[in-house]
C-alpha cells in the first residue's frame, strides 16, 4: 500500500524547535524527491515546498525558512525528516511531506508556535 505518514508535530514557544518526521511505503522511496508543504491557519496549502530533498540529498530550502529549517532523508527508514529550529508564530500551520511529482502526501501535522 502507498501512503506517507507525517508526525512529530505539536505546540512550543517561539524560538523552540520540533522535527517532523515522514515515513513513505510502497514506492521506490531511495529515487524520489520528498518535500515539505504548509497550510497556515485560514488559507490554503502553500503551491511551493518549504523544503526539499532530491534523491541525491541535494537541499532547497523557500526564504521564509532558510537557515532555519533543515531537510534530511534516511534511506534506510524511507522517512524524511524536518528539523525546525528558532521558530516563529508565523511558522504555526499544518505541515504535509509529498512525494514530489505524484499525489502522494501525508495526512499533515500540526505545528503550532506560541507563547
Known amino acids: 500500500q502507498v501512503r506517507a505518514v507525517d508526525s512529530g508535530g505539536g505546540l512550543v514557544q517561539p524560538g523552540g524547535s520540533l522535527r517532523l518526521s515522514c515515513r513513505v511505503s510502497?514506492?521506490?522511496?531511495?529515487?524520489?524527491?520528498i518535500g515539505w508543504y504548509r497550510q497556515a491557519p485560514g488559507k490554503q496549502r502553500e503551491s511551493a515546498a518549504v523544503?526539499?530533498?532530491?534523491?541525491?540529498?541535494?537541499?532547497n530550502y523557500a526564504d521564509s525558512v532558510k537557515g532555519r529549517f533543515t531537510i534530511s532523508r534516511d534511506n534506510n527508514k524511507n522517512t524524511v525528516y524536518l528539523q525546525m529550529n528558532t521558530l516563529k508564530p508565523e511558522d504555526t500551520a499544518i505541515y504535509y511531506c509529498?512525494?514530489?511529482?505524484?499525489?502522494?502526501w501525508g495526512q499533515g501535522a500540526q505545528v503550532t508556535v506560541s507563547s
Open positions: 523544503a526539499v530533498i532530491t534523491r541525491n540529498g541535494a537541499t
Open positions: 510502497g514506492i521506490d522511496f531511495r529515487n524520489n524527491a
Open positions: 509529498n512525494v514530489i511529482g505524484t499525489s502522494i
